[in-house]
């Protein structure tokens, strides 16, 4: 089955810097990749997402880049503001009714530096 | 739009006993639900993926008898914990996909159970 993997674990950002968050896939049949924002005790909220016809998306101040070919995709965040720490999870699937569940990476835990 | 809850959002019970959890989409139609367990600072894994009207699949090592998925119409699904111990303490979050949507999942804020 699919495998997800994330890092860094933890990342510390100073107000204003950017943040990159990696993950890499292995089964090259994966072909939607979104990302989620949990904040502590709630439920994850989808940030972004991108599909393999697709190397690269933006959406104000994050984007995220897709490598098929190196099976990994990346997060960015620019301009980091505070209320950006919370604790950010990569996922793939397959694009099939019906089998189309989520792979999630292990979580990396961000914090903005005031 | 595309919002889904759940109830209750805590519960504490005694060991042995057993729990109910709901899942609910507000504004859309669900034919697919997730349901997702995630122990402190780590991450969701799917416990079952269930399609209205039909039976869960429940993914390996997952006990089906211990927990008991229905989706019973396209807005609801409900989760069983059933003869809960300690070692079932955990966030338990669901998911929803809507109708006609692919991929896209919808997540709930999540039902933080402890059982005594």
């Known amino acids: 089955g699919e495998n997800v993997e994330q890092h860094p674990s933890t990342l510390s950002v100073q107000e204003g810097d950017s943040a990159v968050i990696k993950c890499t896939y292995s089964?090259?049949?994966?072909?939607?990749f979104p990302w989620y924002k949990q904040e502590l005790g709630k439920g994850p909220q989808l940030i972004i997402d991108i599909r393999s016809n697709v190397g690269e998306k933006k959406d104000q101040r994050i984007a995220v880049t897709l490598n098929k070919t190196a099976k990994h995709f990346s997060l960015h965040i620019t301009e980091t503001q505070p209320e950006d720490s919370a604790v950010y999870f990569c996922a793939a699937s397959i694009s099939n009714f019906g089998n189309e569940k989520l792979t999630f990476g292990t979580g990396t835990r961000l914090t903005i530096i005031p | 739009g595309a919002v889904v809850s759940q109830h209750p959002s805590r519960v504490i019970c005694k060991s042995g006993t057993s729990v109910k959890i709901e899942c609910r989409s507000l504004d859309f139609q669900a034919t697919t639900m997730f349901w997702y367990r995630q122990f402190p600072k780590q991450s969701l894994m799917l416990m079952a993926t269930s399609n209205e009207g039909s039976k869960a699949t429940y993914e390996q090592g997952v006990e089906k008898d211990k927990f008991l998925i229905n989706h019973a119409s396209l807005t609801l699904s409900t989760l069983t914990v059933t003869s809960a111990h300690p070692e079932d303490s955990s966030f338990y979050i669901c998911?929803?996909?809507?109708?006609?949507?692919?991929?896209?999942?919808?997540f709930g804020p999540g039902t933080r159970l402890t059982v005594l």
């Open positions: 089964d090259s049949a994966s072909n939607y």
């Open positions: 998911s929803a996909r809507e109708r006609g949507v692919m991929n896209e999942q919808f």
